[in-house]
Each structure stands twice: as structure tokens, then as C-alpha cells.
């Protein structure tokens, strides 16, 4: 079974400044999704970013960012420039590729607030 | 394009009623998936399809029934309701290749 791991509950962050939220996982496959979904207080989950892990190079979405290292099984979000409305409640989670496919794994969650 | 609709957005239950929350998308994604939210849990998934006629258990399966005999509807039904399934709860959908996108969740209070 997969598991995921967020070990910061709670991260703040002034505007305009760089955070990054860790996120680690154990999985025996090789095949797999990683992602990081943002739930603002609107309780709304919105994709944030996607990684393949058979792709080496880092995912990135304009100020999001991946560091993806697959040996370590770690895979830490890093947001650049903190927008007030970059505050909200970040999951990472997990997706086998394969017969399993759909099943997503989540971790705990960080609440990252961001201060004017 | 309405993606994933959840109905209803909040509901309270006294305990030992039953009710379907309901879930449909106009995407036609194969996957569909239900999930409940804890305090310090994260997500954890309840069932999944991978196309209609095809379900199975996720994490958290007892107390919860599920059917899919459309690609677009995925209902979750609660047999018998306990204070324990007090929960935010999530639809999901998804094609093969882009993640999942999910609906805004029903809060449901069992009291």
C-alpha cells in the first residue's frame, strides 16, 4: 500500500516571498502520478501540479514548481512570489499507473497562510 | 461546461437514515471516485469506478453502497447513517491521462 506524508502542518510565508511544502511517499511501484491539489477556504480542490515519475525533468506551472526526486521518494511544491490568494490548504498525493488506476492516495495536508 | 456537480452542498442526518448523495459529470471520464474529508486526515477514498458497470472499494468502504450504471452519475448511498460518517465529502472524476477534477463536496452532519 502507498502511503503519503506531509510533515508540515502549518507553513506561513510574507507576499512576494518563496515557500516550499515537502511531501514524501513510500510506494514499491515504479509507475506511478504524483500531484499537488490546493483547497482554498471555498473547500474547492484544485489541481495545482502533476509529475509522471518516469519523467526526470521537474514539473512546473508558471510560480509552481516541483523538486521530484525519486531515489529519496520526495516531492516538495515550491511557490514562488506568495500571492494572498495562494493561501489556502495544499495536498500531495499519489496514483499508481496501472490495474489500480483512480486511486489516489493523500496526505495529510499544509496550511499555508501568506501575510501582506 | 459544469464538469463534476455534487448535490446536496450540506445535509443533516439523524442517525440510522439513509440518503444518496449524488454526483454527475459532463466530461466523459471513465474514472469517478468518492472520498471523505477529516480534520487531520486528508482525503481518504470510499469507492471507485473505472467505467460504468465496474466499482470497487477504496480505503473506507463500510456504510457506503455505490452504482454505476451511466459514465456521467456515480451516486453514494449511506445504508444506515452514524455519527462516525459526519464527514466532508468528495466526487471526483477523471480521464486516463490528466488528474482528477473534483466537485465543490457535500458537508453532511449525522447527529
Known amino acids: 500500500a502507498q502511503t503519503v506524508t506531509q510533515s508540515q502542518p502549518e507553513m506561513s510565508v510574507q507576499e512576494a516571498e518563496t515557500v516550499t511544502l515537502s511531501c514524501t511517499y513510500d510506494?514499491?511501484?515504479?509507475?506511478?502520478?504524483l500531484f499537488w491539489y490546493k483547497q482554498p477556504p471555498s473547500r474547492q480542490m484544485i489541481l495545482v501540479i502533476r509529475?509522471?515519475?518516469?519523467?526526470?525533468q521537474n514539473a512546473t506551472e508558471n510560480r509552481f514548481s516541483v523538486n521530484f526526486q525519486k531515489a529519496a521518494k520526495s516531492f516538495s511544491l515550491k511557490i514562488s512570489d506568495s500571492q494572498l490568494g495562494d493561501t489556502a490548504m495544499y495536498f500531495c498525493?499519489?496514483?499508481?499507473?496501472?490495474?489500480?488506476?483512480?486511486?489516489?492516495?493523500f496526505g495529510q495536508g499544509t496550511i499555508l497562510t501568506v501575510h501582506p | 461546461n459544469a464538469g463534476v456537480t455534487q448535490t446536496p452542498k450540506f445535509q443533516v442526518l439523524k442517525t440510522g437514515q439513509s440518503m444518496t448523495l449524488q454526483c454527475a459529470q459532463d466530461m466523459n471520464h471513465e474514472y469517478m471516485s468518492w472520498y471523505r474529508q477529516d480534520p487531520g486526515m486528508g482525503l481518504r477514498l470510499i469507492h471507485y469506478s473505472v467505467g460504468a458497470g465496474i466499482t470497487d472499494q477504496g480505503e473506507v468502504p463500510n456504510g457506503y453502497n455505490v452504482s454505476r450504471s451511466t459514465t456521467e452519475d456515480f451516486p453514494l448511498r449511506l445504508l444506515s447513517a452514524a455519527p462516525s460518517q459526519t464527514s466532508v465529502y468528495f466526487c471526483a472524476s477523471s480521464d486516463w491521462n490528466y488528474g482528477y477534477t473534483f466537485g465543490s463536496g457535500t458537508r453532511l452532519t449525522v447527529v
Open positions: 509529475q509522471e515519475a518516469y519523467k526526470q
Open positions: 510506494t514499491s511501484e515504479s509507475n506511478y502520478y
Open positions: 498525493a499519489f496514483m499508481f499507473k496501472g490495474t489500480s488506476y483512480g486511486k489516489l492516495t
